[in-house]
């Protein structure tokens, strides 16, 4: 949880142009407080990861501010690389290598790293300290990656899908990485494809699309916006696709769609949805072939904003 409002990272205006007048960032405002975990969310071409490399310092803007804890890119460039821990989406890394060497190179790029036997032990590498990383498995790899970036002894841990590839203990054991770097006073920006993880581990997010900001808050207050907290999604004889206006009646309904063939209701209350749906499908001599309740999710405000799932290019 967060420590401080004090701002850890910052930008404002932010944006990015490529050669033939692409936007990829069209005037991006960020706030991430320090010891927070926020959460950058967006569907495939949204901007999302143009954005992470102008603020990591791999990309220049077209235009707009950056802060780093007080700091600027263009006047105090090795600061902020002191102050930060970067986890690629895809680290490449000399497979010739031992996971023990690669730590010892990335921990000489700082002047305070962090132990490397403390760090390998934090990432459950300990018994492959002395195996080359091309010998690693996918995982190992990853979290190999996530070492290289806390062995720099950050202030702020920027992790671009950190647990592609993870087995689910592993994914566990990452996410109390995190929340353990939160408790020493660290700060995260977090990407992720999985929308349990944003839900657990973000303390708030942003979700952005065509390169400007959609949506942000806290991960409850976002899923309190759609108005309706359950979902009821059904199947039945005598439904024609595409057919939605006879159910956006029933009482409690705040909003429908049809999603893998299946009708999908918000409610409010589903004790006084569901009873009417069963009665209205008997009406029209249809029969009940599949019925699901839940509550509403991150991924159905995703879905909401963009019209899309996070893994939809």
């Known amino acids: 949880m967060m420590q401080s409002m004090d701002v850890a990272v910052r930008c404002r205006g932010l944006r990015k142009t490529y050669e033939g007048n692409i936007e990829a960032v069209r005037g991006l405002d960020l ?19 143009t954005t992470i490399e ?11 501010e950056i802060e780093i804890l007080g700091h600027h890119w263009h006047t105090n460039n090795r600061e902020v690389r002191e102050l930060m821990g970067i986890s690629l989406q895809e680290t490449r890394l000399a497979e010739k290598l031992t996971v023990y060497e690669t730590l010892e190179l990335f921990a000489s790029f700082y002047r305070r790293p962090r132990p490397i036997a403390e760090v390998m032990a934090q990432l459950a590498l300990t018994e492959k300290s002395d195996a080359w990383v091309g010998k690693l498995s996918g995982g190992q790899k990853q979290r190999l990656a996530v070492a290289t970036a806390l062995v720099a002894n950050p202030k702020i841990l920027f992790l671009d899908e950190p647990t592609t590839g993870l087995d689910p203990q592993s994914r566990r054991q990452l996410w109390d990485v995190i929340r353990q770097f939160q408790k020493q006073g660290g700060t995260v920006l977090l990407t992720t ?19 400007l900001t959609i949506a942000g808050g806290t991960p409850s207050e976002m899923i309190e916006g759609l108005g309706a907290h359950h979902r009821v999604e059904f199947d039945a004889t005598g439904i024609v696709a595409g057919e939605l206006e006879p159910w956006r009646a029933l009482p409690g309904v705040g909003a429908i769609h049809e999603e893998d063939g299946r009708v999908v209701l918000s ?15 008997q009406n029209r001599h249809g029969h009940l072939l599949h019925l699901t309740t839940r509550q509403a999710s991150l991924e159905d405000v995703f879905v909401h904003l963009t019209g899309r799932h996070l893994r939809e290019d």
């Open 54 to 64: 102008i603020l990591e310092g791999l990309l220049e803007p077209t235009s707009g």
């Open 267 to 281: 409610v409010r209350e589903p004790h006084e949805t569901i009873p009417a749906l069963l009665a209205a499908i």
């Open 193 to 211: 494809h999985y929308m349990d993880e944003a839900e657990r581990l973000c303390d708030r997010l942003a979700i952005i699309d065509h390169g």
């Open 31 to 49: 706030e991430i407080y320090a010891g927070e975990c926020f959460g950058l969310l967006g569907p495939n071409g949204a901007g999302k990861t």
